[in-house]
């Protein structure tokens, strides 16, 4: 079945200190959920927007899908929780997927947000923090000793779209 997948940036250099691997999850559990929910020949639309009064950037996954009930929407991110109607019955799910996102999403200092009405689609997003110092500023321990195993990865936004 296809689906149409619309990537879109604001192109501006933002950096972020993330677990990459936690984030790319988020990313991929968005966009295969609306692409369970969205019918053949729908839109799916991946836009990033920043947020420097806020120190903000924003990740969205929008879809033309099924949408989701209001009375659902405040109870969608708890675990094992699933919607249930005729429309969501057609993609069976463990639940735990988006508590996954919303706890991953926490753990970095960010938030999730949704818009959702049933019949039209969804908007499911999140934001993390804007790093304020570049890694150009960074200074890493290079002795040889267990924290400097671990220090914080730095990446640049656009490496999100080689995934």
Known sequence: MKRNIIFDTDEEEVF????IKRIEKVILNLISNAIKFTDEGGNIEVYI??????????????????GI????????FNIFNQVDSTFS??????????CLIKAFVEMHGGGILLKSKL?????????LPIDQIRPKEI??????????AFKSAEIEFSDIYDI
């Open 69 to 76: 009930p209001q009375k659902d929407i405040k109870t969608i």
């Open 49 to 66: 927007e920043t947020d420097w009064k806020e120190s903000r950037v924003y990740i969205y996954v929008k879809d033309d899908g099924v």
């Open 16 to 19: 972020l200190s993330v677990d």
């Open 89 to 98: 019955r057609r993609a069976e799910g463990s639940g735990i997927g988006l």
């Open 119 to 127: 019949g039209v689609g969804s908007r499911f997003g999140f934001y």
């Open 139 to 148: 200074v890493y321990n290079t002795e040889n000793t267990w924290d400097s």
